[in-house]
């Protein structure tokens, strides 16, 4: 796979990092080889990077955009959401804020997008709230805090999943105000909630920054609600019917060869 033009041997050599045939450039580059080998390497170094982005990105197990029954959620179509799948509003380091009840697609929609960056070269992590929270406020020292919040602020993407399902202290409102601020119009975020932003006083309650945090995230933000009943009961519905159906049909068959031994008992004695 030969990908780049000759005249670009010497830039992919130095971002190979082979000093030894830069040092050597004169006597190394017009060999027959030499492109063949950089791109060879360019390919398992892209598949590492890869790899590694994705388990960085702490993905787990998620249904496919493309799997999703786009007949259940109310308020947005497909389409809508396809128009995210370009992931332009990354290079404008804007916001995607998913408002919706619980197990209406929300953190499916959120992992995909994720993982959409991640095929794409960029980095990402997906963490719930309550982890990622916990996590900064069990910082023993200021420097601590300081290398965790950078920790936030580094990755291209940042998902912070579930905010408002569980009340939390002003701590929390303020640990979670500094990844939205050290993030802001820099790098974007996507984030999952089952509360209205009217309703992120109770989240956060007595909280000062909840109207700053807010304002930061909706500067340059896609807000994005879903209606409709969990989709996750109705899945489980739909197996409960499904388990039902192979049950009844599981008694027809036994009844079937109940009636036929009996059939063949009678024909017997008679």
């Known amino acids: 796979m030969i990908s780049k033009n000759k005249k670009d041997l010497h830039a992919r050599?130095?971002?190979?990092?082979?000093?030894?045939i830069l040092a050597n450039w004169e006597q190394y580059k017009q060999a027959a080889w030499l492109e063949e080998i950089i791109a060879?390497?360019?390919v398992v170094r892209a598949q590492r990077g890869l790899e590694r982005r994705l388990r960085n990105a702490k993905l787990g197990k998620f249904k496919s955009f493309a799997d999703f029954d786009w007949t259940w959620p109310k308020g947005v179509s497909s389409s809508h959401l396809e128009e995210l799948f370009d992931l332009k509003f990354m290079e404008?380091?804007?916001n995607v804020i998913l408002f919706g009840p619980n197990g209406i697609g929300k953190t499916m929609i959120a992992k995909n997008l994720a993982h959409k960056a991640v095929l794409q070269g960029s980095t990402a992590r997906f963490i719930t709230a309550s982890e990622m929270l916990n996590d900064l406020a069990a910082q023993e020292s200021g420097s601590q805090l300081t290398r965790a919040l950078k920790r936030y602020a580094h990755w291209k993407l940042?998902?912070?999943?579930?905010?408002?399902?569980?009340?939390?202290s002003n701590r929390h409102a303020d640990l979670l105000f500094e990844v939205i601020n050290r993030r802001y119009q820099e790098k974007s975020l996507i984030i999952t909630t089952n509360r209205p932003?009217?309703?992120?006083?109770?989240v956060f309650p007595n909280s000062s920054c909840v109207v700053s945090m807010i304002d930061r995230?909706?500067?340059k933000a896609e807000l994005i609600t879903l209606r409709g009943d969990s989709y996750r009961r109705k899945e489980a519905n739909e197996r409960g019917i499904e388990r039902e159906r192979r049950?009844?049909?599981q008694q027809a068959d036994e009844r079937k060869v109940v009636d036929e031994h009996e059939e063949l008992a009678l024909k017997g004695g008679a």
């Open 92 to 94: 404008e380091a804007a």
């Open 197 to 202: 932003f009217t309703e992120w006083g109770e």
């Open 217 to 219: 995230l909706v500067h």
């Open 13 to 20: 050599v130095s971002d190979l990092g082979w000093y030894g």
């Open 247 to 249: 049950l009844n049909e």
């Open 158 to 168: 940042l998902v912070i999943d579930e905010i408002g399902y569980l009340s939390t």
């Open 40 to 42: 060879a390497e360019e």
